[in-house]
């Protein structure tokens, strides 16, 4: 029994010792260990949950990464049908500019061709014309013939009916040669009421026309097109010349622009003839002509004796004024006639190719 006792109070105190030192140690690592699984419990919470926020955001960037891929898609869809418009719309404006320039230069190499063509067929013809005219000169009897023959035409010759034929008019077609002869009709008209001074305006101021056309092609070009109605071109002509030169001038000018010419060339060839023919006006007023007519004949002959002296005059490549003072050079030395003189400068002045 004193065992049992003794046993029970010794399991007592252990038991005692256990609840006033080990079980409030235990309870406080319990304790603990609660509230770190609580802690852990709570942040396991938190991490699902923002687990689950960033799962929505990564659905909604994904989405928008849709949106904005497909929105940039369709930009450039759209961006690669313009640039496709855009280029073939090029590709067709580049086509036509070639196929334009292929046309013009074939043109070009075309009038360039026909220009070689005829330098050479009016050389050919120039040459067996001298050889005729040598042959038939040459001989008394036909020299005497043509001289009288010659004289007999003067005679009978008015401005009104006769335009005389150049290098420049022989060549023109059939609708240059009607504006040509509408324009002659209407200066013997202009011509018929001036005398010496006003004829010698005439002349000078169509020259500085036929010079002001050379040296301004593009105004030629458009003066000399061809249109249904020439209005605009007279309308030009006044504005560019009106108050610049006599109201017998503007009137021939205003004629000549209304025309149809069949060549650009055509309308300055027209205006330098209308030139030669006030000079010409002028020394049969002056009662000049024979005298003209003897002049000119000599100066032919002193180019036929001197080709240095031709080639030099009819270098149109060189300035006009050198050639110019060449001519009254050797005009001065030979004491020509005034209008003989002027219808010269006239011809080496508005020499061009």
């Known amino acids: 029994m004193s065992t049992f006792i003794g046993q029970l109070i010794g399991f007592a105190v252990i038991v005692a010792i256990l609840m006033k030192w080990v079980v409030p140690l235990v309870k406080g690592m319990m304790q603990k260990q609660q509230e770190a699984i609580r802690a852990a419990l709570a942040e396991s919470a938190e991490a699902e949950k923002k687990l689950a926020d960033a799962d929505a955001m990564h659905a909604k960037a994904v989405e928008d990464a849709k949106a904005a891929a497909a929105k940039v898609t369709e930009e450039a869809k759209h961006d690669s049908e313009r640039i496709e418009a855009q280029l073939q719309e090029q590709a067709g404006l580049e086509a036509e500019r070639i196929k334009s320039q292929g046309a013009q230069q074939l043109q070009m190499m075309r009038q360039q061709v026909i220009r070689q063509l005829r330098s050479g067929l009016g050389e050919q013809s120039v040459r067996k014309a001298d050889e005729l005219v040598r042959a038939h000169v040459a001989d008394p009897a036909a020299q005497a013939a043509t001289v009288d023959r010659f004289l007999d035409e003067l005679d009978q010759m008015t401005s009104s009916e006769t335009t005389i034929e150049t290098g420049a008019t022989a060549r023109l077609r059939a609708a240059s040669r009607d504006s040509l002869a509408t324009l ?170």
Not at 301 to 330: H, M, W
């Open 184 to 353: 002659v009709g209407e200066f013997d008209t202009q011509a018929g009421r001036l005398r010496e001074p006003g004829l010698t305006t005439l002349a000078d101021e169509l020259v500085s026309v036929a010079g002001l056309l050379i040296s301004q092609p593009v105004l030629a070009r458009h003066l000399a097109r061809p249109t249904d109605d020439p209005a605009p071109k007279v309308r030009l002509a006044e504005t560019l010349l009106s108050g610049k030169v006599d109201d017998h001038t503007l009137d021939l000018v205003r004629t000549a622009v209304s025309q149809r010419w069949s060549e650009e060339s055509n309308l300055v060839d027209a205006i330098e003839h209308l030139a030669r023919l006030a000079l010409l006006k002028r020394a049969e007023v002056s009662d000049e002509v024979d005298e003209v007519e003897e002049q000119l004949f000599r100066f032919g002959r002193l180019l036929d004796d001197q080709p240095r002296l031709t080639a030099l005059l009819s270098d149109y490549t060189a300035p006009s004024e050198g050639r110019i003072g060449l001519l009254n050079k050797v005009i001065d030395s030979a004491g020509a006639n005034g209008t003989a003189a002027e219808l010269l400068r006239q011809t080496v002045g508005l020499l061009r190719g």
